[in-house]
């Protein structure tokens, strides 16, 4: 079973400018989840999709952070313009569905420096 | 937001010597999760605690979830190199079940 892709692996910009983020969840997978880890913290999730909705965006900083899951499949995530904060590594995950007894399936993450 | 704790951040240990990190939350909890992840890597599932007093074991590895589900704790015997790693919990709470809110993590290195 193939598992979470994601791309590029890693990604190094200057700050202002925009990144973009890609992921391709297991298949037959409902639900997807952009996460951010910072070095030495755990992931903080951004943005939580069921199918091609939003379930909850609530700590995605909306004013330069946006995602989308066009056909319920894959999903991008964009980060227009880049701070220096956002250096982080960003996790794409999946489960099978919303329910209380699914685990998830990470990505490998794309690693960002922002310069 | 809602808060977790994963103590300790680090632990370094011998190799054959026991390790154990606890999850604490001041908030009742649905269920949790651990995960380990490798330096490098990403995080990958080990286990779930939905009961109340629910303890699981994975050969070296004992999972324990608290009476009152506000604590968990990963107890690993023995330990091996191949243990070395970042272990998290992810806990989801009554009321968004389904979302889980990941802990600091505890950073585990064995000493051959």
């Known amino acids: 079973e193939a598992g979470v892709a994601q791309s590029p692996r890693y990604k190094i910009i200057e700050k202002r400018q925009s990144v973009a983020f890609w992921c391709n969840p297991i298949s037959g997978h409902a639900t997807l989840y952009w996460y951010q880890q910072i070095l030495g913290q755990g992931p903080k999730l951004l943005i939580q999709?069921?199918?091609?909705?939003?379930?909850?965006d609530s700590q995605l900083p909306k004013d330069r952070f946006s995602a989308e899951r066009l056909k319920g499949v894959d999903s991008t995530l964009k980060i227009q313009p880049a701070k220096l904060e956002d250096s982080a590594v960003y996790l794409c995950?999946?489960?099978?569905?919303?329910?209380?007894?699914?685990?998830?399936?990470f990505g490998s993450g794309t690693q960002l420096s922002v310069l | 937001g809602q808060q977790v704790m994963q103590i300790p951040q680090y632990q370094h240990v011998q190799e054959g010597e026991d390790f154990t990190t606890y999850c604490n939350s001041s908030t009742t909890l649905s269920n949790i999760q651990w995960y380990k992840q490798r330096p490098g890597g990403h995080p990958v599932f080990l286990i779930q605690?939905?009961?109340?007093?629910e303890v699981k074991k994975q050969k070296r590895l004992t999972f324990q979830f608290g009476e009152a589900k506000k604590n968990s704790s990963l107890h690993i015997t023995a330990t091996q190199t191949t243990d070395v790693g970042t272990y998290f919990c992810a806990v989801s709470y009554f009321h968004n079940f389904n979302k889980f809110y990941f802990g600091s993590g505890t950073k585990l290195n064995v000493k051959p």
């Open positions: 995950a999946s489960s099978l569905k919303i329910a209380t007894n699914e685990k998830l399936f």
């Open positions: 999709f069921q199918n091609n909705g939003v379930v909850d």
């Open positions: 605690l939905v009961k109340s007093g």
